[in-house]
């Protein structure tokens, strides 16, 4: 190998190792870490999905491995009686905007996740009439996950008002179908369970246990730690919920230490704001990885 060709290997070999851009203008893959997987909820209508991407292990690795457009809607249309996916003017602007929005994010190896609440509208996951219905709401789903090139979805039954313009109350079969024809549509993606509402304790109908079917589960309790009551792997839940910069720094580090001494995969926090949080990150990083955070800007 030439002198020259021996300087561009080693310039591509620091650009990985520090996340670099490479020559060819797409960003590398940061190091892979070892441990838990750690996890941000992006409030969208006040801070940017970049922020995800800011922050890396000291020695390399980046702090969170997914984020989460927090939030697409369930909405429900009293003309046709049927729900249907809503975005606001923020999460349309990021899913308009994919390209700086999140395609940075998933070139350093951070997958991106849209998460679906209820709107106060009656619809829900748990209320779907017919097994249609709900095989109807899971193809506008993937289709949003496939059009947008995102990873997956994450469910958060809170907010729907059950019965509201007519609609029913939750019943047992309609999470079971959604989430079946969910996983059938998106056999290699993320689906997240944000473990709560009437969702998340309608698992099973009529022989099929939907639970399996889920890649993850979470505490939804911000500042609290609670063992999600899904009979998935230790390695596929997050008992820990920290909202950053409202949960104390010695919570988050307590929380964090009790993640790797029990076993647990996942560690979820919520609501990342634009400033420099890397101090406030530090206290959980030290104790899932043993590396400190870095902000990265």
Known sequence: MSKLGRITALL???ALLAGMTTSTGTAAPRLPKTGPISV???????????????????GGGNVFDIGVIFAANINYNTTTKSAYLSFNPNVQRVLDNVATQVRPLQAKGIKVMLSVLGNHQGAGFANFPTKASAEAFAKQLSDAVTKYGLDGIDFDDEYSEYGKNGTGQPNASSFVHLVSALRAAMPTKLISLYNIGPAASRLSYGGVDITSKFSYAWNPYYGTWSVPGIALPKSRLSPAAVQIGATSTSTAASFARRTVSEG????????????????????????LYG???VYTG
Request: aromatic share 14%.
């Open 40 to 58: 941000a909820y992006i409030e969208v209508n006040s801070n940017s999905m970049l922020n995800v991407g800011k922050y890396a292990l000291q």
């Open 291 to 293: 590396k400190e955070a």
């Open 12 to 14: 591509a070999g620091v």
């Open 264 to 287: 647990y995969g996942v560690y979820l926090t919520y609501n990342l704001g634009g400033s420099d949080s890397h101090t406030y990150l530090s206290s959980f990083t030290k104790e």
